[in-house]
């Protein structure tokens, strides 16, 4: 039995989970050196699928294995009962996109739009640089990378990310995703480097995503530190985030969240 019947539900909040080399295996010979592999610092990631520390040690190996183990029978003959206990890498369907179809149907989700996990602040802190064609390059691969997962099944949406950080290649962008196929356009939700997000040389952005009726949408946080790190400091022990590790949000840095879409938002509106 499904997760949610007898109604129809979008998920407007779903992810994969990249793979160490997935942005650079998207990625284009020119930017592809330059982008460095995801490593897993906190460790939360990878808690349900093993010893953090001694995956670690060889990731790409690690992921060969897990690849396989969700491949097994005994593994997806656990899939119904644990669609709502495993998390991350763990789940079905996170990062194994032949996988996901099945996680939807067990999940009763008539669409998910889709989004990164790991990406958004280093997408967002490479359009701050001074590397353009590192900044596009690395957002192409990026899109690239969500268009192949999403075309596993129809009810998966995927998010595509536009650096505002230069007028005419925004525009480009912007082209060149609707051409792909975006279901939405993903931008940073702070401000890009040197101007506003409501400058005139952007409405082309605005105005391509309009005639083409795909929404523009951020997500919370990549945009750097939400709040002064001496909120912390109050004597005790910083607590567990609230996915009981280290690198997500706490009760205080949580209530900073809608602090950078609501700037930017209010900065395009009025």
Same mark, same amino acid.
């Given at each position: 039995? *499904?997760?949610?019947? $007898?109604?129809?539900?979008?998920?407007?909040?779903?992810?994969?989970?990249?793979?160490?080399?997935?942005?650079?295996? @998207?990625?284009? #010979?020119?930017?592809?050196?330059?982008?460095?592999?995801?490593?897993?610092? %906190? $460790?939360?990631?990878?808690?349900?699928?093993?010893?953090?520390?001694?995956?670690?040690?060889?990731?790409?190996?690690? &992921?060969?294995?897990?690849?396989?183990?969700?491949?097994?029978?005994? /593994?997806?003959? +656990?899939?119904?009962?644990?669609?709502?206990?495993?998390?991350? &890498?763990?789940?079905? $369907?996170?990062?194994?996109?032949?996988?996901? *179809?099945?996680?939807?149907?067990?999940? =009763? &989700?008539?669409?998910?739009?889709? &989004?990164?996990?790991?990406?958004?602040?280093?997408?967002?802190? /490479?359009? !701050?640089?001074?590397?353009?064609?590192?900044?596009?390059?690395?957002?192409?691969? @990026?899109?690239? =990378?969500?268009? +192949?997962?999403?075309?596993?099944?129809?009810?998966?949406?995927?998010?595509?990310?536009?650096?505002?950080?230069?007028?005419?290649?925004?525009?480009?962008?912007?082209?060149?995703?609707?051409?792909? %196929?975006?279901?939405?356009?993903?931008?940073?939700?702070?401000?890009?480097? %040197? !101007?506003?997000?409501?400058?005139?040389?952007?409405?082309?952005? /605005?105005?391509?995503?309009?005639?083409?009726?795909?929404?523009?949408?951020?997500?919370? =946080? %990549?945009?750097?530190?939400?709040?002064?790190?001496?909120?912390?400091?109050?004597?005790? #022990?910083? #607590? *567990?985030?609230?996915?009981? $590790?280290? +690198?997500?949000?706490?009760?205080?840095?949580?209530? =900073?969240? #809608?602090? *950078?879409?609501?700037?930017?938002?209010?900065?395009?509106?009025?």
């Amino acid at each position: 039995m *499904p997760y949610s019947e $007898g109604r129809i539900v979008h998920d407007a909040d779903a992810h994969i989970m990249e793979t160490p080399t997935w942005l650079r295996d @998207h990625a284009d #010979p020119d930017v592809r050196d330059r982008l460095p592999t995801l490593r897993y610092p %906190g $460790g939360n990631e990878l808690r349900q699928t093993g010893d953090p520390e001694e995956q670690q040690r060889d990731l790409l190996a690690a &992921f060969e294995r897990l690849r396989e183990r969700h491949a097994s029978p005994e /593994w997806q003959a +656990e899939d119904a009962a644990e669609i709502m206990q495993r998390k991350n &890498f763990a789940a079905t $369907g996170s990062f194994v996109a032949e996988d996901r *179809p099945r996680a939807l149907d067990l999940l =009763g &989700f008539s669409s998910q739009l889709v &989004f990164n996990t790991f990406h958004n602040r280093r997408l967002r802190d /490479w359009e !701050h640089g001074d590397d353009l064609d590192l900044a596009y390059g690395a957002a192409l691969a @990026h899109n690239r =990378g969500m268009v +192949e997962f999403c075309s596993a099944d129809h009810r998966l949406l995927p998010t595509l990310y536009v650096p505002l950080c230069d007028f005419d290649r925004a525009v480009t962008a912007v082209e060149v995703a609707l051409g792909m %196929g975006a279901a939405a356009l993903l931008v940073a939700s702070g401000c890009p480097p %040197g !101007h506003s997000p409501s400058h005139l040389a952007l409405d082309p952005v /605005w105005a391509r995503a309009q005639e083409a009726g795909v929404p523009v949408v951020f997500h919370v =946080g %990549g945009t750097g530190d939400l709040i002064d790190d001496a909120y912390f400091k109050n004597g005790l #022990p910083i #607590p *567990p985030d609230f996915h009981g $590790g280290e +690198e997500n949000f706490r009760s205080v840095d949580y209530m =900073g969240i #809608p602090g *950078p879409p609501a700037q930017t938002l209010a900065t395009m509106i009025f």
